[in-house]
């Protein structure tokens, strides 16, 4: 197995190979405004990038070759692959829809969110497109359960696989960034909102707010879920800092070591690399990328010579591997 790394970015995807992303020969959709990036559990050399303006990608053999998806979208903003349902994919767009693919990319139904009441007062400050689809939440075990975080429409629910939905824009703040699950725990959820951040315990039933700055970015560590990291910041885009939680999300401290603060910028994503689970990645609202060891923070700068916006990481066949399991499916 090779283990690669898919850094997304303004004019395209960045591909390498070593433990930590840096500027590498090989690039691929070149001058493609790449903003989500995720690859399939179940066959790592299939994944989807979509980019802001022309749709989604897909490629069968590990990132080599692109090709464009027939679904009918312009502005990706997130794709997310199932745990629990081989070949399951959804893709969040603006203005806000939610699609889903159960072969890995092939074909595509529209899940229909925009059916909820409230979609037709959902907008966005900065597009003409009414609201857009940020962030898609799936339950580890459970695929009829699926959490949506609309930006200016709130937080969208389904727990029967997608034929309803439920909007809750009251009890959390309407403009969603984020929402970060407790794998160990799915009805624990994170939400980065423009009112600060939230804490659900009950799926979303009830919300507790934690703290009150600008967020777009939270995470519960995958392996760890007592760990979190949010990045608020007291102006939309700038003056950011980076907490963690030690607790679950109860309370919050500072963990900018590394950093002058306050940042120009604000931290748009976290990511952590399945191979080392002691990292944290955070990509910035100015395209850097930065990481830190969860526990002992203090943050460093990757410079890979590009404005970043996604990060995935990915455990792959090698040609000869993928042959062989190819003729092993034929069988």
């Not at 179940?42 to 464009?68: E, I, K, P």
């Not at 890995?104 to 409230?118: A, D, F, K, M, T």
């Not at 799936?138 to 909007?167: C, F």
Request: with cysteine; proline share 5%; glycine share 8%.
């Amino acid at each position: 197995m090779k283990l690669r790394t898919f850094i997304g970015h303004t004019k395209g995807i960045l591909i390498n190979d070593s433990d930590v992303p840096k500027e590498t020969e090989l690039t691929v959709l070149v001058d493609e405004d790449i903003v989500a990036l995720a690859h399939d559990p179940q066959d790592a050399n299939c994944m989807l990038a979509g980019s802001y303006g022309r749709g989604l990608f897909r490629t069968l053999d590990g990132g080599v070759n692109w090709s464009r998806v027939e679904l009918n979208v312009e502005y990706v903003r997130t794709v997310v692959f199932s745990d629990c349902q081989p070949g399951t994919v959804y893709v969040g767009i603006e203005p806000a829809e939610l699609f889903r693919s159960r072969d890995s990319g092939v074909s595509w139904e529209c899940l229909h969110i925009r059916r909820l009441p409230e979609a037709a007062t959902w907008s966005l400050p900065y597009s003409p497109r009414s609201g857009a689809l940020r962030t898609v939440a799936l339950h580890p075990t459970n695929p009829r359960v699926i959490y949506g975080g609309v930006e200016q429409g709130g937080v969208i629910k389904s727990i029967d696989g997608g034929k309803a939905w439920s909007l809750d824009h009251e009890h959390v703040d309407k403009d969603v960034h984020w929402i970060a699950m407790d794998r160990s725990r799915p009805d624990v959820l994170l939400a980065a909102t423009g009112d600060g951040l939230f804490l659900s315990k009950d799926g979303a039933l009830s919300w507790a707010k934690l703290i009150d700055d600008y967020t777009r970015a939270a995470m519960i560590h995958p392996l760890d879920p007592m760990i979190a990291f949010a990045g608020p910041a007291h102006q939309v885009g700038e003056h950011g800092r980076i907490i963690r939680s030690r607790d679950g999300g109860e309370n919050w401290e500072l963990a900018s070591d590394g950093l002058k603060l306050p940042m120009d910028d604000m931290v748009e994503f976290f990511v952590s690399d399945p191979r080392r689970p002691d990292t944290v990645f955070a990509i910035c609202s100015e395209g850097r990328l930065l990481y830190s060891h969860v526990r002992k923070v203090n943050w460093q700068v990757v410079e890979c010579g590009a404005m970043v916006q996604c990060l995935d990481f990915v455990e792959q066949a090698g040609t000869q591997e993928r042959q062989t399991r190819r003729r092993e499916r034929e069988r």
